[in-house]
């Protein structure tokens, strides 16, 4: 497994491999290191990476955290550069402010996308029932399509050089020989981190399903999100002509904060990147909760469902931030916590520069947004 470093580089161990993993392992080998991906299921981009809502978000979600607005905006551009054939601009994107319960009113949305430089236009989506909400906006977001990105990680890795060992849980008592260690493990970071002195840290874990959908012909290539609070989103799945949805409250069947996630046992053998038919499903709630908001969706077609488990920082319910979080944890071993996808090439150029300098301070934790 051990492979030789170069004059100038070390030899590098990166666990995990999601979209973070991955593009910290390419950066890596790019700039002169000897790289093992070690990924303990199947394929890459199978966790949280491979089952999440498909947004390569700009910023439009986050109406009450401009640090995550800014983080975001700082990583699509490196996003799009280093995965341009996975990112898709041909889709609508709608964004519509809830007229009862919402966080944030239309004029404050109108004020916060103004403020932050996030462009729109009044436009409603053919779907969208009248009076539903206060406020629709076509906006210029962009989508990722996973079954894209796999391909193309695959052949990055490939030709970067990194030795992707797939089906290879490593801890971090496996991984000695490693002059360096990225920890890119998401919702089981401190499964490695906590045993390093100070590196475990509490987030919240929530067990989430994604069911996948067919739809009528106006949601075609459409995309919207209701805001600002606990709302409802539809996108379209990769290129296969069906959907996924979203429930802020409806998609969460557990919720844990503390060191590690607690998963019912019930759903324990769904979590493996797979479309699940299962009497746990809640796609008839998510149903009844957006029936107010889109006309057609009581016709909405369950093909199944996907689970995963999201991870976030604990007490973020004033803001809804999505931080990235890259920490130097001793001299020898980088954790990336990772926030949203667009932020991937930015944390992996972080962790190469972390990489290049001495042992850690008290400054070693960067964090894209705070
Ligand atoms: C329901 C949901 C919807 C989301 N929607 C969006 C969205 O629309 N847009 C967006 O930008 N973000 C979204 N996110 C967030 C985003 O998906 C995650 O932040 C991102 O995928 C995390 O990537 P990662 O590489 O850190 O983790 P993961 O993709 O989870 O990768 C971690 C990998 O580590 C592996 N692993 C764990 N332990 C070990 C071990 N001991 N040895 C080896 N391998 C190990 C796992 O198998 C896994 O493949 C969403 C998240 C969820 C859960």
Redesign the pocket.
């Given at each position: 497994m051990k492979r030789g470093a170069t004059a100038s580089g070390h030899r590098v161990a990166v666990?995990?491999?999601?979209?973070?993993?991955?593009?910290a392992a390419l950066h890596l080998a790019r700039a002169g290191h000897a790289v093992d991906l070690?990924?303990?299921?199947p394929e890459?981009?199978?966790?949280?990476?491979?089952?999440?809502?498909?947004?390569?978000?700009h910023g439009y979600h986050y109406p009450r955290s401009s640090d995550t607005v800014e983080q975001?905006r700082e990583g699509v551009a490196s996003f799009c550069a280093e995965y341009p054939d996975a990112v898709r601009s041909d889709y609508e994107h709608y964004v519509a402010i809830a007229s009862r319960d919402s966080l944030v009113s239309a004029e404050q949305y109108l004020q916060f996308c103004d403020r932050m430089g996030l462009e729109y236009r009044h436009e409603r989506p053919p779907f969208l029932r009248p009076g539903a909400v206060d406020l629709s906006l076509r906006v210029p977001e962009q989508?990722?399509d996973l079954a894209v990105l796999r391909e193309s990680a695959r052949r990055k890795l490939g030709a970067a050089g990194v030795a992707v060992h797939v089906r290879?849980?490593?801890?971090l008592a496996d991984l000695d020989d490693y002059e360096r260690v990225v920890l890119?493990?998401?919702?089981?970071?401190n499964?490695?981190q906590a045993a390093i002195r100070g590196g475990g840290l509490d987030y919240q874990y929530?067990v989430?399903?994604?069911p996948v959908v067919r739809l009528p012909r106006e949601y075609h290539n459409r995309s919207l999100v209701v805001l600002d609070g606990p709302f409802m989103c539809v996108?379209p799945y990769d290129g296969t002509g069906t959907f996924l949805l979203?429930n802020v409250t409806h998609?969460i069947h557990a919720t844990t904060v503390g060191r590690y996630p607690l998963i019912p046992a019930e759903l324990a053998g769904l979590l493996d990147g797979r479309i699940h038919h299962t009497p746990h499903s809640k796609f008839a709630s998510f149903v009844e909760h957006a029936r107010p908001f889109l006309t057609g969706i009581e016709r909405a077609e369950h093909i199944g469902s996907?689970f995963?488990?999201?991870?976030v920082l604990p007490h973020i319910e004033d803001t809804d931030a999505?931080p990235?979080v890259v920490r130097r944890l001793d001299d020898r071993v980088v954790s990336?916590?990772?926030?949203?996808?667009?932020?991937?090439v930015e944390a992996a150029r972080e962790v190469v520069a972390q990489f290049g300098t001495a042992a850690p301070t008290e400054q070693d934790a960067w964090q894209l947004a705070r």
């Open positions: 666990v995990g491999g999601g979209i973070f993993g991955v593009t070690f990924e303990a299921a890459l981009l199978h966790g949280a990476s491979g089952v999440n809502q498909r947004r390569l978000h975001v989508a990722v290879s849980p490593r801890q890119a493990t998401y919702a089981s970071l499964h490695l929530e989430c399903e994604k996108d979203g998609a996907l995963t488990v999201r991870a999505r990235t990336i916590f990772g926030g949203k996808i667009a932020t991937s």
